[in-house]
Nanobody, 120 residues
């Protein structure tokens, strides 16, 4: 059974920074792509950062230059460094990991989400 546990959310003033972490545990054979999504009230879930196994990153224009995704392969952990936060960044943030389990079953797994609130 694979589990993703997120941490690092909270309340921050506009212009501040937060670092989110998402650790994958369980019977994992390998990890492929990793990403962070967010969902604000009344809005659809959207991608905010993606990182391929080859190290290629992808960000939407709304966060480019402010957010940075990274990974620690030894810890099966993905991070999201968020700088220059804006009130419109307020949302629940979810990590998503594409991995292969020890049974060689491949799947995409979601964390339960962590709240990020940016006050003006």
């Amino acid at each position: 059974q694979v589990q993703l546990v997120e941490s690092g959310g909270g309340l921050v003033q506009a212009g501040g920074s937060l670092r989110l972490s998402c650790a994958a545990s369980g019977s994992i054979f390998s990890i492929n792509a990793m990403g962070w999504y967010r969902q604000a009230p009344g809005k659809q879930r959207e991608l905010v950062a993606a990182l391929t196994s080859g190290g290629t990153t992808n960000y939407p224009d709304s966060v480019k230059g402010r957010f940075t995704i990274s990974r620690d392969n030894a810890k099966n952990t993905v991070y999201l460094q968020m700088n220059s936060l804006k009130p419109e960044d307020t949302a629940v943030y979810y990590c998503n990991i594409d991995l292969v389990e020890a049974s060689l079953k491949r799947g995409r797994y979601w964390g339960r989400g962590t709240q990020v609130t940016v006050s003006s």
